[in-house]
């Protein structure tokens, strides 16, 4: 049975890209004056990781890894991996020509030095016969894809400039995007390991996985509530420093998985906007 489109794109999962966008006021402390701009660099970045979860899937398919996973692209598109990589090449073709129209319009170019490069290592991550994601540099490539290249560049397209903030937002959600991979990884140990795929949770065991994912989760509240202590109102520190601890407890006592460290992460994100713009 073929499954729903729907099934398959998991809406969830692009919060991973939309954090990110979000997180540039909460941890700038301030208005952004290019909130088209900002959503419109959102969106295209929310386009290239639909590319890049369909490339992710058709090589899963191709290599031998996931072929038991039901929502699968390669299956929507009738167990056919080129129609999924025709698939994801269109989605990249917009969210590239969607970012580029951007950056020609506020005069920003030059931030292609930065993106590109990224733009590049996501395709890499599932190019070829040994792609990126199969070999131990997989977990580091998402970490500078989503740190420095998905919040560095959202940053500079909203019109800050770089600084402390920005640094302590590229910590934050390059760990955050780690922590959700490595949140998916331990339930795919064997099928990984006879794919040869040199994952995390294939070189050290699901334990460990499951523990540095929560440490990768602690990673991504403490620079946004270092900023936040700094930079907010007493009130929204407390709320924000609380709302970490609450979090941060229910990760370490619970089954990871990456429902919950993107529920955890929205809820965090969420409320530090809503109780900085309230008082602001």
């Known amino acids: 049975m073929t499954p729903g489109w729907h099934r398959a794109l998991n809406p ?8 990110p966008g979000l997180g540039v006021p909460l941890l700038a402390q301030a208005p952004v004056e290019n909130t088209g701009g900002l959503f419109l660099a959102t969106f295209a970045v929310v386009l290239l990781q639909h590319a890049i979860n369909l490339f ?4 899963d398919w191709r290599l031998g890894a996931d072929v038991e996973k039901y929502d699968s692209w390669v299956r929507v598109h009738g167990e056919r991996p080129k129609s999924a990589v025709l698939h994801g090449a269109l989605s990249l073709l917009l969210g590239g020509l969607l970012g580029l129209a951007l950056l020609w319009e506020q005069d920003q170019v030059w931030i292609l030095l930065i993106a590109l490069p990224m733009v590049g290592l996501g395709y890499l991550y599932n190019a070829g016969t040994k792609p990126l994601s199969y070999t131990y540099l997989g977990e580091w490539v998402t970490g500078i894809c989503y740190g420095p290249g998905v919040f560095g560049c959202l940053w500079l397209v909203a019109g800050f400039e770089a600084g402390g903030a920005m640094v302590a ?3 934050a959600f390059g760990a955050l995007a780690v922590a959700l991979l490595l949140s998916h990884q331990p339930p795919q140990i064997a099928t990984d390991r006879r794919a040869g795929k040199q994952s995390f949770a294939v070189r050290f065991g699901a334990a460990r996985t499951v523990f540095t994912a929560r440490l990768l989760f602690a990673v991504f509240v403490g620079p946004v509530c270092a900023i936040i202590f700094t930079t907010a109102l007493p009130v929204v520190a407390y709320v924000s420093g609380l709302l970490a601890l609450v979090l941060l407890t229910s990760v370490a006592r619970s ?3 990456p429902k919950q460290i993107l529920l955890a992460a929205t809820a965090f994100v969420t409320v530090g906007i809503l109780i900085t713009g309230f008082f602001a």
Request: glycine residues 6%.
């Open 12 to 19: 969830p999962i692009y919060l991973v890209s939309i954090l």
């Open 56 to 59: 992710n899937d058709a090589a």
């Open 169 to 171: 937002g590229m910590v």
């Open 255 to 257: 089954t990871v998985n």
